[in-house]
Structure formats: C-alpha cells, structure tokens
C-alpha cells in the first residue's frame, strides 16, 4: 500500500463547480500536509498547506482529519485555469516529503 | 533567486550509457530532493540530503543508480548502466527547514533510453 493514496480522476467539471478531492495517507507519524499543483509537463509547485483546523486561501479550502488520516481540498466557483493536476503530500518528522499519485481536474467551459 | 536548476532539461541516451543528472539547489536551503515521475508510479522519492549528508536512499532503485553532492550548492544523480525502463521525468526539489519547509522543484530532467 502507498503511504498517501489519491483517486487519480479525472475529475471533469463544467466552470463554476465545486469540487472536492480527498487523499488517505498511512503513516500515524506524518506530520505535516501540503497540496501541490503540477500543470501538464511542469514542475510541482505549493497550492497551500493542509492544518488541523482547516484552512481557506480565496476559493481553495483544506482540511486534515488526523483521526482518519485523510486530507481534502475543496475547489469552489472552479476556473478553466484550474485544471492541473493535484498532489497530496505527507511529511514526517525527518522532513521527508511523500507525494500522492495525484488527481487530475479538468474545468470545461 | 532563480530557482532551483537543473541540467540537462532533455536527455536522450542509448542503453548501457551513462547518464549524469545536475542540480543546483536554491541558496541557502538545507535539504535537497530526487524525485523521479511516470505515469504509472507517479513521483517517487529516490534519495534525500540533509545538508550535504544523504539521509535516506531508500527509494534508490538500485545498485545502477547513484547520487553525491558534494557542497551546498550542488548535486548529482547518475544512472550507470542505464535502462530503457530508467526513462522518465527526474525532479530535483530543494527546502528550508528555518521557514515553511515548502519544497521548491526545478523544471525537469525528461530521460529517455532507447
């Protein structure tokens, strides 16, 4: 089993949805999440870090459930811009980074 | 800054060569990764460094691959004899543990063996 697992998508979705991606991680230790955004043939790049008591930045919004172990990410008044697709990424004590496999979004006009 | 870079951005080998991946880290920033990308794997963690020290190899694939670095501003990966199975996207990404600990990712090394 994969230490963070993701539903690879496509998730396809007229502009103006809202849409939710959710990311399972297995190891009790991490300690730290992050979501990160990679666009076709790019380099990942930090969209926003994942808190215990949530966190919104404008029309993303992530939560950290640790007693599940899963972390969302809430997409709302979604923008062809926004298709990319999404990592969820653990980090333990020793800073390592683990990403998911990722979940791809597609915004159709 | 300009970021974390890395050469070359394209490679394109034959099998059984050696292959030498560069990265240069962001200045100042204490840990550097190797990733490597395909479709069907995703990004895989290779090797870590914790200033200048690797920390954890354990997702080296093995024997075949290798990678040093040397001082603070500067690492290698290399893939001796190289695979057509070895083909792939290899993500350098450097960090500061003082800050936020966001992981910033060079553009790329696309691999290809044939």
């Known amino acids: 089993r994969k230490e963070v697992e993701q539903d690879p998508g496509p998730f396809n979705v007229p502009e103006g949805a809202t849409v939710a991606f959710n990311c399972t991680y297995s190891?009790?230790?991490?300690?730290?999440f992050f979501w990160y955004r990679q666009d076709c043939r790019k380099e990942p790049k930090l969209l926003m870090s994942v808190y215990s008591s949530g966190n919104e930045d404008g029309r993303f919004t992530a939560q950290l459930n640790r007693a599940s172990q899963y972390i969302s990410l809430l997409i709302r008044d979604s923008k062809l811009s926004d298709s990319a697709t999404y990592l969820c990424v653990g980090q333990g004590s020793s800073y390592k980074l683990i990403f998911g496999s990722g979940t791809r979004l597609l915004v159709r006009p | 800054d300009a970021g974390v870079i890395q050469s070359p951005r394209h490679e394109v080998t034959e099998m059984g060569q050696e292959v030498t991946l560069r990265c240069k880290p962001i200045?100042?920033?204490?840990?550097l990764f190797w990733y490597r990308q395909t479709m069907m794997r995703g990004l895989e963690l290779l090797i870590y460094?914790?200033?200048?020290?690797?920390?954890?190899d354990s997702g080296m694939p093995e024997d075949r691959f290798s990678a040093k670095m040397p001082n603070a501003s500067f690492s290698t990966l290399k893939i001796q004899p190289s695979e057509p199975r070895d083909s792939a996207v290899y993500f350098c990404?450097?960090?500061?543990?003082?800050?936020?600990?966001?992981?910033?990712f060079g553009q790329g090394t696309r691999l290809t063996v044939v």
């Open positions: 190891n009790s230790a991490s300690q730290s």
């Open positions: 200045s100042g920033h204490d840990y």
């Open positions: 460094f914790n200033n200048n020290v690797p920390i954890d």
């Open positions: 990404a450097s960090s500061y543990t003082g800050g936020n600990t966001e992981a910033f």
